[in-house]
């Protein structure tokens, strides 16, 4: 099978460069990636896998020739176990992971930790990259760790360790590290990480978006100063959600059905309204929406995404405020604002979309963004948002917004998502 490993091997390197070359890397795939890639074949690390997760189960020990395409595409691939069921782990899409560990600055003698380390594929090319470094790769599922390591060893890659554990409680053993990874939406950031990452060190972290499900998320690239996290650089991403005790908050959207209200109040909206957001243009809508949903769920603890039953994507869902005590919803739709039961949802919409709106209808890049423990959270204040977590708290800060400036409300958008990537792994949200 020699021959035709290295025919896939060599069209999956051309798949990544392209995919770089897209992502808006002039040189494409890095040559020290390129030779990192082919020295860790991602056959080694395959073993039962769905391409598609309501897909056919592939056994690649039991029929190479007939998973090798398969294996070598820019796909994710969904873990499984002996009984078919989808593991909690998938190996990401590759050109999306490892563009964003370009963005992390791998160098030779980093000593890595990964968290949720899934195959070891990754982690087994960022041994590659890190020459005389280290890598250890944390995960939870105990099959799967023993697994990986067995496939690293059979590679002879000694400088990759797999460790079976929980990841939110890191690896205290090879701490400080330099650079950390991890491929999951965190909702609340493991203390531990706050202290096994080495001063000046960078962290690779998909944060989970309030009502996204637990896999819409912005995947930020963080460089720890003075005991906290300040972010370099984040695009939007949809990955695996991070499980553990604290990590379910906020990521669930919610049914207007189960509101214990709605029954009294959702027949007929008690407020119709045009609303200038997407102007009844679902494409546009998206966008826009993005960037207001975004600053709703910095600002208004009562923020929501809604499940309307059909499995939107999150740029596509319905969402507003709910106040329980007050009894009333708001709902953004395309071109619409709903209210039901009293005004003050409504109310509260209306004023958040306001200041949205004098600010300049910022959307995620417009914010710089910490991450902090809880009890080193600022104060909020003009052009200042801190949204508390649990153990973590996000500090959104208005770049150049001190004062906010005043802005006519028919400015632009200042940012706009990312266009959608493949509807696998780790990727880019829909427009």
Same mark, same amino acid.
């Given at each position: 099978m020699e021959p035709e490993i290295e025919e896939h091997i060599t069209r999956f390197l051309g798949m990544l460069d392209t995919a770089f070359r897209r992502r808006g890397e002039a040189e494409g795939l890095p040559e020290r990636f390129r030779e990192a890639v082919r020295g860790t074949p991602r056959h080694r690390f395959v073993h039962r896998f769905r391409a598609d997760r309501d897909g056919p189960v592939g056994d690649f020990d039991a029929e190479p020739q007939r998973h090798l395409a398969a294996v070598y595409s820019d796909r994710v691939q969904i873990h499984v176990g002996a009984d078919d069921a989808a593991l909690e782990s998938t190996n990401s899409q590759p050109s999306y992971v490892l563009w964003l560990l370009h963005r992390l600055g791998l160098?030779?003698?980093?000593? =890595? #930790?990964?968290? @949720?380390?899934?195959?070891?594929? /990754?982690?087994?090319?960022?041994?590659?990259?890190?020459?005389?470094?280290?890598?250890?790769?944390?995960? #939870?599922?105990?099959?799967?760790?023993?697994?990986? !390591?067995? $496939? /690293?060893?059979?590679?002879? #890659?000694?400088?990759?360790?797999i460790v079976e554990g929980d990841g939110a409680v890191g690896n205290d053993a090879g701490a400080p590290y330099d650079r950390a990874v991890i491929?999951?939406?965190?909702?609340?950031?493991?203390?531990?990480?706050?202290?096994? +990452?080495?001063?000046?060190?960078?962290?690779?972290?998909? #944060?989970?978006?309030?009502?996204?499900?637990?896999?819409?998320?912005?995947?930020?690239?963080?460089?720890?100063?003075?005991?906290?996290?300040?972010?370099?650089?984040? =695009?939007?991403?949809? +990955? +695996?959600?991070? =499980?553990?005790?604290? !990590?379910?908050?906020?990521?669930? &959207? &919610?049914?207007? @059905?189960?509101?214990p209200f709605w029954p009294g109040i959702g027949a007929t909206p008690a407020l119709y309204r045009t609303l200038s957001l997407g102007a009844r243009d679902p494409a546009r809508f998206g966008a826009?929406?993005?960037?207001? &949903?975004?600053?709703?769920? !910095?600002?208004?603890?009562?923020?929501? =995404?809604? $499940?309307?039953?059909?499995?939107?994507?999150?740029?596509?869902?319905?969402?507003?405020? +709910? $106040?329980t005590a007050a009894r009333s919803v708001a709902i953004c &739709?395309? @071109?619409?604002? /709903?209210?039901?039961?009293?005004?003050?949802?409504?109310?509260?919409? $209306?004023?958040?979309?306001?200041?949205?709106?004098? /600010?300049?209808?910022?959307?995620?890049a417009a914010f710089e963004l910490e991450v902090v423990r809880t009890e080193q959270a600022p104060r909020p204040g003009p052009g200042l948002w801190v949204e508390k977590r649990g153990v973590s708290a996000l500090v959104w800060r208005l770049a150049g917004a001190a004062p906010p400036p005043r802005v006519g409300r028919q400015k632009a958008v200042r940012d706009r998502p990312r266009p959608a990537g493949p509807e696998t792994g780790i990727r880019p949200p829909g427009p």
């Amino acid at each position: 099978m020699e021959p035709e490993i290295e025919e896939h091997i060599t069209r999956f390197l051309g798949m990544l460069d392209t995919a770089f070359r897209r992502r808006g890397e002039a040189e494409g795939l890095p040559e020290r990636f390129r030779e990192a890639v082919r020295g860790t074949p991602r056959h080694r690390f395959v073993h039962r896998f769905r391409a598609d997760r309501d897909g056919p189960v592939g056994d690649f020990d039991a029929e190479p020739q007939r998973h090798l395409a398969a294996v070598y595409s820019d796909r994710v691939q969904i873990h499984v176990g002996a009984d078919d069921a989808a593991l909690e782990s998938t190996n990401s899409q590759p050109s999306y992971v490892l563009w964003l560990l370009h963005r992390l600055g791998l160098e030779a003698g980093h000593r =890595v #930790i990964e968290i @949720g380390s899934g195959s070891g594929w /990754l982690a087994a090319v960022m041994g590659r990259l890190v020459g005389d470094g280290s890598v250890v790769g944390v995960e #939870i599922l105990g099959d799967l760790a023993r697994r990986s !390591q067995a $496939d /690293l060893a059979a590679l002879g #890659i000694a400088n990759v360790a797999i460790v079976e554990g929980d990841g939110a409680v890191g690896n205290d053993a090879g701490a400080p590290y330099d650079r950390a990874v991890i491929m999951a939406a965190v909702w609340d950031l493991p203390t531990a990480l706050f202290d096994q +990452v080495a001063e000046g060190g960078r962290l690779l972290l998909p #944060i989970a978006l309030a009502g996204g499900g637990g896999r819409d998320c912005h995947v930020a690239v963080l460089r720890r100063e003075d005991g906290r996290f300040r972010a370099l650089e984040a =695009v939007p991403g949809a +990955v +695996v959600r991070f =499980v553990g005790p604290g !990590q379910e908050r906020g990521a669930e &959207r &919610r049914r207007l @059905g189960e509101l214990p209200f709605w029954p009294g109040i959702g027949a007929t909206p008690a407020l119709y309204r045009t609303l200038s957001l997407g102007a009844r243009d679902p494409a546009r809508f998206g966008a826009a929406a993005y960037a207001f &949903r975004l600053f709703l769920g !910095q600002t208004e603890p009562g923020f929501a =995404v809604f $499940d309307d039953g059909e499995g939107e994507e999150l740029s596509a869902s319905p969402f507003g405020l +709910v $106040d329980t005590a007050a009894r009333s919803v708001a709902i953004c &739709r395309p @071109g619409m604002l /709903l209210g039901y039961g009293s005004p003050e949802a409504p109310r509260r919409l $209306d004023a958040a979309y306001r200041r949205w709106t004098a /600010l300049g209808m910022p959307g995620p890049a417009a914010f710089e963004l910490e991450v902090v423990r809880t009890e080193q959270a600022p104060r909020p204040g003009p052009g200042l948002w801190v949204e508390k977590r649990g153990v973590s708290a996000l500090v959104w800060r208005l770049a150049g917004a001190a004062p906010p400036p005043r802005v006519g409300r028919q400015k632009a958008v200042r940012d706009r998502p990312r266009p959608a990537g493949p509807e696998t792994g780790i990727r880019p949200p829909g427009p």
